[in-house]
Antibody
Framework: EVQVVESGGGLVQPGESLRLSCAAS????????MHWVRQVPGKGLQWVSR????????NYAASVKGRFTISRDNAKNTLYLQMNSLRADDTAVYYC??????????WGQGTLVTVSS | QSVLTQPPSASGTPGQRVTISCSGS????????VYWYQQLPGTAPRLLIY???QRPSGVPDRFSGSKSGTSASLAISGLRSEDEADYYC???????????FGTGTQVTVL
């Protein structure tokens, strides 16, 4: 059974860092396009970042470029999102997704990140 | 910062057909595929349509997608109470080198 489980969310102050994890089971992150998408509670969806199958291509939304870094650990079958210089407008539920927009599209239940002083 | 525009709401009675529009530009919808997601309250989004008009396994054929030029639409036929949800279109934007979501449409079954 395919499962995607995010963790690492929490309350941080502006300017601080946080690393989100996305543990995958039932498939390999090294054989899938992996994405991060976020949603401010009560608001719409925003795509954040993606990594391609060989891990050499990454893309970021303009609002997080230079502050966020997507990476993965194939041995742990886990995707990460390192978030630095966090701002209040980064407050959101962060979802991890496999094969976003594809026939094997699978999402986790999300992890809440709150940036507040 | 959504660059894809959707109507904020749509509604219909059970059994009716509801259509949701998604308007973009030549750098996104006009240049690549459109995808549609359904999000029920308190849950993660679920893919309904990929590559403009393809349905993933398990999605009822009551849901259909189409695209023309820089616009796309999602149709729900035979509306059911369980279709009450938020619906989002999304596409790749070549000028931004990233995916862009629509503003979202809340569907209400009267």
């Amino acid at each position: 059974e395919v499962q995607v489980v995010e963790s690492g969310g929490g309350l941080v102050q502006p300017g601080e860092s946080l690393r989100l994890s996305c543990a995958a089971s039932g498939f390999s992150v090294s054989r899938s396009w992996m994405h991060w998408v976020r949603q401010v509670p009560g608001k719409g969806l925003q795509w954040v970042s993606r990594m391609n199958i060989d891990g050499r291509v990454t893309n970021y939304a303009a609002s997080v470029k230079g502050r966020f870094t997507i990476s993965r650990d194939n041995a742990k079958n886990t995707l990460y999102l390192q978030m630095n210089s966090l701002r209040a407008d980064d407050t959101a539920v962060y979802y991890c997704a496999r094969d976003f927009g594809g026939p094997n599209d699978d999402w986790g239940q999300g992890t809440l990140v709150t940036v507040s002083s | 910062q959504s660059v894809l525009t959707q109507p904020p709401s749509a509604s219909g009675t059970p059994g009716q057909r509801v259509t949701i529009s998604c308007s973009g530009s030549s750098s996104n919808i006009g240049n690549d595929y459109v995808y549609w997601y359904q999000q029920l309250p308190g849950t993660a989004p679920r893919l309904l349509i990929y590559k403009n008009n393809q349905r993933p396994s398990g999605v009822p054929d009551r849901f259909s997608g189409s695209k023309s030029g820089t616009s796309a639409s999602l149709a729900i036929s035979g509306l059911r109470s369980e279709d009450e949800a938020d619906y989002y279109c999304v596409g790749w934007d070549a000028s931004l080198s990233g995916y862009v979501f629509g503003t979202g449409t809340q569907v209400t079954v009267l």
